[in-house]
């Protein structure tokens, strides 16, 4: 019954909203098979996005792997491993600003940096500490301003800065992450209460995360990105990507077949990056081998709006004179930044010896030495 309820909701959606109208274009909902086979296409990324390298500074003081937090305006916030408690934040050509580690046991201090969120407006970040299921507030300095904790027994997910009072998150439980408390939210800034639960009409509970007796293997999933004008917004256990908008309405913008619900193994499907053209998705196959110690096949699909057709899909990085994938993953994703990939020295400094690079890169390489720290390279949407 449930699940009939759940359909006739997800039609009734379909059918009210079955295109949107955004600056006199139609933006038609993407239906994807994900047993079926795709053309191959390959996409330079400069045809569509701006690219942007910033080699942060090498000192003593500043010393980083290149784990990119938060991008913002002015500055870079970056972290080095989650449990040594070190925040470097650069500014936008790379330069050092200042290094802070809040790391301790007190009401002031987390036991790790788990994610970390930017409001540059207010000269504050939010740090996310899992283990103690809190989130701690701070300025650019490192001052302590205040922290509130999750809400009941959750645990919040795919953190981003949502507006000038919220953030917006998805509320999860262990292990599997999908029950029917767990919703997408919008969480005041000040106090950690929540604002709003962003409901979607979902079927039986279905999670890509592999649990069998006291093991548990979580693949690399995503249940929120921002889109061109709202936030996209995934449940595993809905065949529908909903479009979540500023003024409080959600439309279906991708619809999954076959379902979830019927398949075995499942296969689940979540956009990684969404621009004015294209739409970046990600298949993920829900099977896991202990002894193998791998699984989770996946297939990076595109949606070409212009084409209006779909293709498995490789983004190239111009940048190189021989081919050189660019994984459109989320991670810092906000409505300037899509996603970020840290390069490192050694790696451009090879490639540059062999005469891999060309134009600004191949520039920055030249400078570089063995011990430097990684260049950053920003993948911005095109204005």
Request: charged letters at 25%.
């Amino acid at each position: 019954m449930n699940r009939a309820i759940s359909i006739i909701a997800i039609m009734l959606s379909v059918a009210i909203t079955g295109c949107m109208t955004k600056n006199n274009h139609t933006t038609e909902i993407i239906n994807v098979d994900v047993k079926a086979s795709y053309p191959k296409k390959d996409l330079i990324l400069q045809d569509f996005m701006d690219v942007e390298y910033i080699p942060l500074e090498t000192s003593d003081e500043f010393i980083t792997y290149g784990y990119v937090q938060a991008v913002g305006k002015n500055v870079i916030v970056i972290r080095n491993k989650a449990r040594d408690g070190d925040i470097l934040i650069f500014d936008k050509t790379g330069k050092g600003l200042r290094k802070i580690n809040r790391l301790g046991r007190s009401e002031e201090e987390y036991s790790g940096i788990f994610g970390l969120i930017l409001d540059e407006e207010k000269d504050e970040m939010f740090v996310v500490d899992y283990p103690l299921r809190k989130i701690l507030v701070y300025d650019l300095f490192g001052n302590f301003k205040r922290r509130f904790n999750f809400a009941d027994t959750s645990y919040y997910n795919y953190i981003h800065n949502y507006d000038k009072d919220n953030l917006i998150c998805f509320k999860h439980y262990s292990p599997s992450g999908e029950t029917k408390e767990s919703c997408h939210l919008l969480v005041s800034k000040k106090d950690g209460s929540i604002t709003k639960e962003i409901q979607f009409p979902i079927g039986e509970l279905q999670t890509p995360v592999w649990i069998k007796g006291e093991i548990v293997v979580t693949p690399e999933y995503c249940q929120a990105i921002p889109s061109r004008d709202g936030w996209a917004l995934t449940r595993s256990s809905s065949d529908t990507v909903y479009n979540y908008m500023p003024n409080g309405k959600a439309n279906p913008i991708i619809i999954t077949t076959p379902s979830t619900q019927t398949m075995d193994p499942q296969v689940f499907l979540y956009p990684t990056v969404i621009t004015d053209r294209y739409s970046f998705l990600t298949t993920i196959k829900k099977k896991f081998s202990i002894e193998k110690r791998r699984g989770f096949p996946t297939t990076r699909l595109v949606y070409d709006n212009q084409e209006k057709a779909l293709f498995e899909c490789t983004v190239l990085n111009n940048d190189y004179s021989v081919k050189k994938k660019v994984p459109m993953r989320w991670n810092v994703a906000n409505h300037e930044v899509a996603t970020y990939i840290s390069l490192s020295a050694v790696d451009l400094i090879e490639a540059n010896k062999k005469g891999h690079l060309k134009g600004r890169l191949k520039e920055i390489a030249s400078k570089l030495h063995e011990e430097s720290n990684p260049v950053i390279m920003l993948v911005k949407h095109r204005k």
